[in-house]
C-alpha cells in the first residue's frame, strides 16, 4: 500500500487517468456480465450475452479522454476557486459541481458513446437519458462529493471520484443498454 500511495503522490495525473479509465472499463464489463446475464435469463432468451470489448473499449476511451482528465483538472480548480474543507467551502463545492460537473459529465458519457458508435443522431441517448441520469446524479455525487471534499486528501480525490464513478458508471452503462435493449424489442 505505501509503494502505491508513493506511485501516486510522485505520479498523480499519471496515477489518476490510468486508474480512473481502468474503472470505466472494469465498470462496462461488471453491466455486461452480471446485469446483462440477468435480463437475457427471460423466457425469449436463448443464451446469456458474452462480452463486447468494442462496447468496454469505447466506455474505457470516454473515461480516458474526457471524465478522467475533466475530474483531475476540476477538482484541482474547485479546490484552489473554494479553498478548505470546512462544512460551507465543502457545500459549496459540492454545488458547483453538481451544477456544472454534473450536466458536463453525463453529457459527454452519452454523446461520446454515441460518436464513437457513429450513430446518425449523437444526441438521441443524451436526449432520452439525460434526466433519469441527472436526477439519479445529485443524490448521488452530492453524498460521494461530500465526502470526498471533507475526508480524502486532493492528491488522492480523482481516484477516490474514480472508484465512486466505477458504481455510477455501472448505472449510466446498464441503464444505456436496458433502454436499447426494450427498443429493439
Given at each position: 500500500?505505501?509503494?502505491?500511495?508513493?506511485?501516486l503522490?510522485?505520479?498523480?495525473?499519471?496515477?489518476?487517468?490510468?486508474?480512473?479509465?481502468?474503472?470505466?472499463?472494469?465498470?462496462?464489463?461488471?453491466?455486461?456480465?452480471?446485469?446483462?446475464?440477468?435480463?437475457?435469463?427471460?423466457?425469449?432468451?436463448?443464451?446469456?450475452?458474452?462480452?463486447?470489448?468494442?462496447?468496454t473499449?469505447?466506455?474505457?476511451?470516454?473515461?480516458?479522454?474526457?471524465?478522467?482528465?475533466?475530474?483531475?483538472?476540476?477538482?484541482?480548480?474547485?479546490?484552489?476557486?473554494?479553498p478548505?474543507?470546512?462544512?460551507?467551502?465543502?457545500?459549496?463545492?459540492?454545488?458547483?459541481?453538481?451544477l456544472?460537473a454534473?450536466?458536463?459529465?453525463?453529457?459527454?458519457?452519452?454523446?461520446?458513446?454515441s460518436?464513437?458508435?457513429?450513430k446518425?443522431?449523437?444526441?438521441?441517448?443524451?436526449?432520452?437519458?439525460f434526466?433519469?441520469?441527472?436526477?439519479?446524479?445529485?443524490?448521488?455525487?452530492?453524498?460521494?462529493?461530500?465526502?470526498?471534499?471533507?475526508?480524502?486528501?486532493p492528491?488522492?480525490?480523482?481516484?477516490?471520484?474514480?472508484?465512486?464513478?466505477?458504481?455510477?458508471?455501472?448505472?449510466?452503462?446498464?441503464?444505456?443498454?436496458?433502454?436499447?435493449?426494450?427498443?429493439?424489442?
Open positions: 500500500m505505501n509503494r502505491a500511495w508513493a506511485a503522490r510522485a505520479r498523480p495525473y499519471i496515477s489518476n487517468v490510468a486508474g480512473y479509465t481502468a474503472l470505466f472499463a472494469s465498470a462496462d464489463i461488471f453491466q455486461q456480465s452480471v446485469l446483462s446475464r440477468r435480463r437475457a435469463v427471460g423466457p425469449e432468451s436463448h443464451a446469456a450475452p458474452g462480452i463486447s470489448w468494442r462496447q473499449a469505447r466506455v474505457a476511451a470516454v473515461g480516458f479522454c474526457f471524465h478522467a482528465n475533466f475530474n483531475y483538472r476540476w477538482l484541482s480548480w474547485l479546490e484552489r476557486m473554494l478548505g474543507g470546512g462544512v460551507k467551502a465543502v457545500m459549496a463545492k459540492v454545488g458547483v459541481d453538481q456544472v454534473g450536466p458536463l459529465t453525463i453529457s459527454a458519457f452519452y454523446i461520446g458513446l460518436l464513437l458508435e457513429s446518425d443522431d449523437i444526441l438521441e441517448d443524451w436526449r432520452e437519458k434526466w433519469p441520469s441527472y436526477k439519479t446524479g445529485v443524490v448521488f455525487w452530492s453524498t460521494v462529493q461530500a465526502v470526498n471534499f471533507s475526508l480524502v486528501p492528491v488522492a480525490r480523482t481516484i477516490f471520484l474514480g472508484v465512486a464513478a466505477l458504481v455510477f458508471t455501472i448505472f449510466l452503462c446498464h441503464l444505456r443498454q436496458q433502454q436499447d435493449h426494450e427498443l429493439k424489442k
